[in-house]
């Protein structure tokens, strides 16, 4: 079985986690080393067994920690290439391993596929990752824009951990100026409540069983808007499994990720 965590997510910071056959995986790391050990054990994920850490892109609040927990751990760093060169002068001699839309990377029992997104960094990615238990998580946030790349890559999953970054009208009475709300609602900045919906009911199939709504804002959203835009857009299509809700400061997780029926176990597809 493969867990799944999110140790928090938010403009603040994000990191997921999946566990699989004892071995760990980070997807982002956008919190101090010392937090995301922190918050893992506090969760109870198990680090020690470390395999990498996937980085969707340079900023920050993804991937603050990277550098500090490859050396710690000494595991490589999977991303793309322009984010890595971001990131490069911090890293000291950790190893990279190149992920792109033609570069699957494999780690431990961890297959690594992705595909950019319109999000304002260097080369931002959404990201797939298949264990062999039949299993697919997918983690999409920062997107901007959901393109019929994303839309692809994110198909036929069992769990997917998207943003539900703000509601449309909390974001016009934000008080944030027009140039800060047309760069978070643009397509270089983060998909709302009702794109994420819209989203979902499309990329929606019987497999689906886990959906965690991610980097919600602390100022243009709330958990209740998020969770009720979509979860009725996902009612309208017969979706019959979990919506989790990623907080900025409390860890969600393990949750259970378990194959769709059927699953042809020990191929990575």
């Known amino acids: 079985m493969t867990s799944l965590w999110v140790l928090g997510s938010g403009s603040a910071g994000n990191c997921c986690a999946l566990e699989f ?3 760990t995986l980070l997807i982002d790391a956008g919190f101090s080393a010392r937090e995301v050990e922190r918050r893992a054990g506090h969760a109870g994920l198990n680090l020690s067994r470390l395999c990498a850490i996937v980085l969707t892109h340079e900023h920050g609040d993804h991937a603050a920690g ?4 490859a050396r710690r751990f ?3 760093v999977v991303t793309a290439a322009a984010t890595w060169a971001a990131l490069e002068p911090a890293m000291r001699g950790a190893a990279h391993h190149a992920l792109g839309v033609c570069a699957r990377v494999t780690v431990g029992p961890f297959a690594i596929e992705a595909c950019p ?3 304002d960094a260097a080369e931002p990615l959404a990201v797939v990752v298949r264990t062999a238990d039949g299993t697919g998580v997918g983690v999409a946030y920062d ?3 959901p393109t019929a790349g994303v839309r692809f890559l994110l198909r036929d999953l069992t769990a ?7 509601d449309d009208i909390l974001l016009r009475t934000s008080g944030y100026p027009p140039s800060v709300q047309r760069r978070i609602a643009g397509s270089g900045g983060h998909l709302s409540n009702r794109a994420a919906a819209e989203l979902l009911e499309e990329l929606h199939h019987p497999g689906l069983g886990v959906v965690v709504l991610a980097h919600l804002s602390q100022r243009c959203n709330t958990r209740e808007d998020a969770r009720a835009a979509v979860w009725g857009a996902l009612q309208r299509v017969g979706y019959a499994g979990a919506v989790h809700i990623a907080e900025q400061d409390i860890p969600l997780g393990p949750v259970a990720v378990l194959p769709p029926a059927g ?3 020990g191929l990575m597809l």
Request: net charge neutral; charged share 15%.
């Open 21 to 23: 056959e004892g071995a």
């Open 66 to 69: 990277a550098p500090r927990l």
């Open 74 to 76: 000494g595991v490589p």
């Open 117 to 119: 997104t319109s999000h």
């Open 143 to 145: 997107l901007g824009r």
């Open 160 to 166: 997917i951990v998207l943003e539900a970054n703000h």
């Open 263 to 265: 699953a042809q176990f």
